[in-house]
């Protein structure tokens, strides 16, 4: 089993910036890929980013690629999602995921998941 605890989320205004932090706990960290999705109100959960196990290889919603940056650190079992400019659009639960691979995206393709933090971005 691997534990996944998100911090950071927030009410920002438009054009501000935030840090999401998964924290992992459980098994070994380094042994999967990470991903991170988010749910708006009323809409299916959508993939933002992953990266690889080692953190060499990352992959982003193309909508996101220019804003988003998703990195981690292996020696504090820890993933990170850096949102810069963000939109109204941006409001959502933002969930970290573990599994998977860098390059998939789909919610089914990942085994473990957190309770989701929630991020406002007001007009």
């Known amino acids: 089993q691997v534990q996944l605890v998100e911090s950071g989320g927030g009410l920002v205004q438009a054009g501000g910036s935030l840090r999401l932090s998964c924290a992992a706990s459980g098994r070994t960290f380094s042994n999967y890929a990470m991903a991170w999705f988010r749910q708006a109100p009323g809409k299916e959960r959508e993939f933002v980013a992953a990266i690889s196990r080692s953190g060499g290889s990352a992959n982003y919603a193309n909508s996101l690629k220019n804003r988003f940056t998703i990195s981690r650190d292996n020696a504090k079992n820890t993933v990170y999602l850096e949102m810069n400019s963000l939109k109204p659009e941006d409001t959502a639960v933002y969930y970290c995921?573990?599994?998977?691979?860098?390059?998939?995206?789909?919610?089914?393709?990942?085994?473990?998941w957190g309770q989701g933090t929630q991020v406002t971005v007001s007009s």
């Open positions: 995921a573990a599994g998977g691979a860098v390059y998939k995206f789909r919610t089914y393709d990942y085994d473990y």
